[in-house]
């Protein structure tokens, strides 16, 4: 069963910054060369009801390449290097069609 696996994040630069646009396109290189991953997007918040500012979606065939993708090195150091000192806040969703 498909699994739409999707972060809503705020990070520690300023909106249209140099750094941000930095994050988001290492973000979208690093995390597009994971095999599995599918329907890579990255989605920016429009309303005032929350201060997480963008999203990442992208979807995997099965639970298997879910878990591919959590332990794959790109992953794992991407999360290490760039998103634990450069994000601020997040939460994370995973979905299956109901």
């Known amino acids: 069963m498909p699994i739409q696996h999707t972060v809503v994040f705020r990070l520690t630069h300023a909106a249209g910054s ?3 646009t930095a994050f988001l396109a290492d973000a979208r290189a690093a995390l597009t060369s994971i095999p599995g991953v599918e329907d890579f997007r990255i989605n920016r918040q429009v309303s005032a009801k929350s201060e997480l500012a963008h999203q ?9 390449a879910y878990q591919a993708y959590n332990d794959h090195p790109t992953h794992v ?8 000192p ?5 939460q994370e969703y ?3 069609e109901a």
């Open 18 to 20: 140099p750094e941000e």
């Open 56 to 64: 990442f979606s992208m979807v995997f065939a099965d639970d298997a």
């Open 77 to 84: 150091a991407f999360v290490a290097e760039r998103w634990v």
């Open 86 to 90: 450069e994000v601020a806040e997040f």
């Open 94 to 96: 995973d979905f299956v």
